[in-house]
T-cell receptor, first 111, second 114 residues
Framework: RKEVEQDPGPFNVPEGATVAFNCTYS??????FFWYRQDCRKEPKLLMS?????NEDGRFTAQLNRASQYISLLIRDSKLSDSATYLC????????????WGLGTSLAVNP | NAGVTQTPKFQVLKTGQSMTLQCAQD?????MYWYRQDPGMGLRLIYY???????DKGEVPNGYNVSRLNKREFSLRLESAAPSQTSVYFC?????????????FGDGTRLSIL
């Protein structure tokens, strides 16, 4: 089993739609969690950290469920510019300086 | 703000040639990382440096060496390039404070080995 698992998609949604991605992680001792976005042939960019209480940044909401070991990302009012691959990331339980990366979920927002 | 700067952006090598990928960060981060990204494989850690003067192997270190020249710079060297090392290479850095340590990436080096 992969340490961080994501549905690869692709998710095809119309502009204005709400879309949610889930991700599961295998090591319950992981301490830090993030969502990154990666555009085609570009570097990963931090979208948001994920906190235990859940957190929101504009149209984006992240949730962490430690009991079930999953992380979610909700995007409301999707824009064309949201089209990208979304990477779920958690810290290595044995070494907090290292990150464990999911393979990503592909999102295409259509006009 | 420059952030993390990688050079070169593109490179084509012949099998057996050597080269060094350069990375520098201006964010005063202690930790630096080298990853490679291949289709269907995701990001894989090659080497990392938790702080100046230390380096450690990641998931796929074979065929690579690294040097943490100072706090700002972390270079990756291919001594004898092989076609299997054709990939996109990303350098990243992070701050050591607390448990929340997101990494910040350079824009990558696209390397082809013929």
């Amino acid at each position: 089993r992969k340490e961080v698992e994501q549905d690869p998609g692709p998710f095809n949604v119309p502009e204005g739609a709400t879309v949610a991605f889930n991700c599961t992680y295998s090591n319950s001792a992981s301490q830090s969690f993030f969502w990154y976005r990666q555009d085609c042939r570009k570097e990963p960019k931090l979208l948001m950290s994920v906190y235990s209480s859940g957190n929101e940044d504009g149209r984006f909401t992240a949730q962490l469920n430690r009991a079930s070991q999953y992380i979610s990302l909700l995007i409301r009012d999707s824009k064309l510019s949201d089209s990208a691959t979304y990477l779920c990331v958690c810290s290595d339980a044995g070494n907090n300086r290292k990150l464990i990366w999911g393979l990503g979920t592909s999102l295409a927002v259509n006009p | 703000n420059a952030g993390v700067t990688q050079t070169p952006k593109f490179q084509v090598l012949k099998t057996g040639q050597s080269m060094t990928l350069q990375c520098a960060q201006d964010m005063n981060h202690n930790s630096m990382y080298w990853y490679r990204q291949d289709p269907g494989m995701g990001l894989r850690l090659i080497y990392y440096s938790a702080s100046e003067g230390t380096t450690d192997k990641g998931e796929v270190p074979n065929g690579y060496n690294v040097s943490r020249l100072n706090k700002r710079e972390f270079s990756l060297r291919l001594e004898s390039a092989a076609p299997s090392q054709t990939s996109v290479y990303f350098c990243a850095s992070s701050t050591p404070t607390g448990s929340n340590q997101p990494q910040h990436f350079g824009d990558g080096t696209r390397l082809s080995i013929l």
